[in-house]
């Protein structure tokens, strides 16, 4: 097996906010998992949303 077969491929989207970037990596998703890919959509939004509360003012 060579060393880019080993590779896990990593899909960044970005954009300027409202442009539809979580809309576009969600619909990537179903697609590839209709597929059978198995994959982890992981949203920035998502992880900033859990580290509010926790930060200081």
Known sequence: ?????????LVLIAGPIAA???TASRALAES???DGTRLALVELDQIADMARPTLPD
């Open 20 to 22: 539809g970037k979580s």
């Open 1 to 9: 097996m060579s060393a880019a077969a080993d590779r896990t491929p």
């Open 32 to 34: 590839l998992r209709a």
